[in-house]
């Protein structure tokens, strides 16, 4: 049997994520910094640990993996991709990207940049600090880092910039303006592991966002394919990623945005499609080639992203094994 430790159980994603592995056999463990993240009580056994930002956190995270004989670390929080990555030291997987790639796109300027000098397509993106120059308006205003749409803005005109920039917590050096690039939004699993091949490419248009995707549906692109297929090849991430683009309604061609270096929480569909993204990765990084099998898959699956509740004995809730880490 498989331990697979998952962070950031309480994601959008980590409840599917969670039952999935378990009715595949595997032993689940979930970490969050919240103890009544919802992932903690479907899992096996559940671990409050530090902030991904803390400097406890990898100690907490190195400590768990070891007593707990974990095979493989799935982390799904941001603020924790680099320093899950020191796990590999211990010898074990941990399903992510490279750490050069991870470091690259957690910098959405660098980033841009990055994809602009490999001759990609992408928007124009300059540091707010900078000024202006020859940004052009309407456009993006974000954070340097950030996730899940936090501190994210649209602005037409100089005088929508200062407001939005008059009451954002954030410092000038923190954010970022970004060509705004018109056209049909998708979000896109890229299946790839240490070998470098790309085993699928799924674009999923979005349909309804609200920081995370709500709905969304597959769709068949041969642009969006090329694209991430030539992001891999220049960059090789080598682990799982997700790319954010828009489709520019004046050029048809794929503008990537963002980045995301690890499963995103659209997985479900990329997964209910067709191509078991988490399951046959794990597979391919503890078994090889002969034990990962991906499948293909289906377009126009849509996404109805929704809340389910589930119902448990109290006496049950209560004696759920959940360990506090966090100190």
């Not at 969670?18 to 595997?26: C, M, Q, V, Y």
């Not at 400590?63 to 982390?75: A, R, T």
């Not at 002969?290 to 509740?309: C, M, Y």
Request: hydrophobic fraction near 45%.
């Amino acid at each position: 049997m498989t331990t697979v430790l998952m962070t950031g159980a309480g994601g959008a994603a980590a409840p599917f994520m969670i039952d999935r592995l378990r009715k595949t056999g595997s032993r689940v463990l979930a970490a969050d910094m919240d103890q009544h993240a919802i992932g903690l009580y479907l899992a096996d056994l559940g671990f409050v640990v530090p902030a991904g930002s803390s400097p406890d956190f990898l100690r907490v995270l190195r400590s768990i993996c070891i007593s707990e004989k974990v095979d493989v670390l799935v982390p799904l929080v941001d603020e924790e991709l680099i320093a899950a990555l020191e796990i590999e030291k211990e010898g074990i997987i941990v399903i992510l990207p490279k750490q050069e790639f991870v470091a690259i796109c957690l910098d959405k300027l660098l980033l841009m940049q990055r994809l602009r000098a490999a001759g990609i397509y992408a928007p124009v993106t300059r540091l707010a600090s900078t000024g202006l120059d020859e940004m052009r308006f309407p456009m993006v205003v974000k954070p340097r880092t950030g996730r899940g749409s936090r501190g994210v803005g649209i602005v037409s005109t100089e005088d929508e910039l200062t407001t939005f920039l008059n009451a954002t917590s954030y410092a000038r050096n923190e954010l970022i303006f970004q060509e705004y690039i018109t056209g049909p939004e998708f979000t896109v699993s890229v299946v790839v592991w240490r070998d470098g091949e790309v085993k699928d490419v799924v674009p999923k248009e979005i349909i309804s966002k609200k920081g995370i995707t709500h709905m969304a549906v597959t769709r068949r692109n041969h642009e969006i394919e090329k694209l991430c297929c030539k992001i891999q090849e220049h960059f090789r991430a080598d682990g799982p990623f997700n790319v954010q683009l828009c489709i520019d309604e004046k050029s048809g061609k794929p503008y990537p945005f963002e980045i995301n270096p690890r499963f995103s929480t659209t997985i479900s569909l990329t997964i209910a499609a067709g191509v078991d993204e988490l399951g046959g990765l794990i597979a391919l990084a503890v078994e090889g080639k002969e034990g990962a099998h991906f499948g293909g898959w289906k377009e126009g699956v849509v996404l109805l992203r929704k809340i389910t509740d589930q119902f448990v004995d109290e006496k049950e809730f209560l004696e759920h094994p959940i360990i506090m880490e966090n100190n």
